[in-house]
């Protein structure tokens, strides 16, 4: 696998991966596209289209703050599921900040119940994260929060300074925290 990482703002697939963003993510899990477009702008931003020979394969966006790092989203696209293509990416993120935490949420698994939120956790998983046992609510959503050092003790200030930092503008900082309301993240267990 011989992957490229392009930046978003430089990319001639925008289109698609607007696309990919919505068909992978439920409406109350995803930022509407213009504030991830206005936030790519941001020195502690990374969001990049992943081709392997011009095809795309996916997306990635990534807040930094820090000594963390938070993978925000992660999407294959449908074609290339299951192919290693994602464990391949979070391979890289994580060599890429190496000395750093990586940080992220998944819709938490319901209990006892084999489905996508179980496999996706078992992915992250076997893919060097570990569960925090931290749980937040947002947006109706409970989110669990894992992370690649197992004795990382993640705070709700952590989390709320990653939010707070999606973006260097301070219009779209305030916008973000306002239409948001990012100071209402906690954790519920």
């Not at 963003?21 to 899990?29: L, V």
Request: hydrophobic share 35%.
């Amino acid at each position: 696998m011989n992957l490229k990482y392009v930046n978003f703002l430089s990319s001639t697939s925008k289109n698609k991966i607007k696309s990919l963003y919505i068909e992978s993510f439920p409406k109350e899990e995803r930022f509407p596209f213009w504030v991830l477009n206005l936030c790519a702008r941001g020195k502690n931003t990374e969001f990049y289209a992943i081709y392997e020979n011009k095809e795309l394969i996916g997306m990635e966006y990534i807040l930094k703050h820090e000594s963390t790092v938070y993978l925000f989203y992660l999407a294959i696209n449908k074609r290339y599921r299951g192919r290693g293509y994602g464990s391949k990416i979070l391979k890289d993120l994580i060599k890429r900040y190496k000395g750093k935490i990586v940080i992220l949420c998944i819709e938490r698994p319901d209990k006892d119940c084999e489905n996508i939120k179980s496999k996706r956790k078992e992915f992250y998983i076997k893919n060097d994260f570990y569960s925090t046992n931290k749980i937040i609510e947002y947006n109706g959503v409970e989110f669990e929060v894992l992370c690649t050092n197992n004795d990382f003790i993640v705070k709700e200030e952590h989390l709320e300074n990653l939010y707070k930092q999606m973006t260097t503008y301070i219009l779209g900082g305030s916008l973000i925290d306002k239409i948001f309301n990012i100071h209402k993240l906690r954790f519920i267990e």
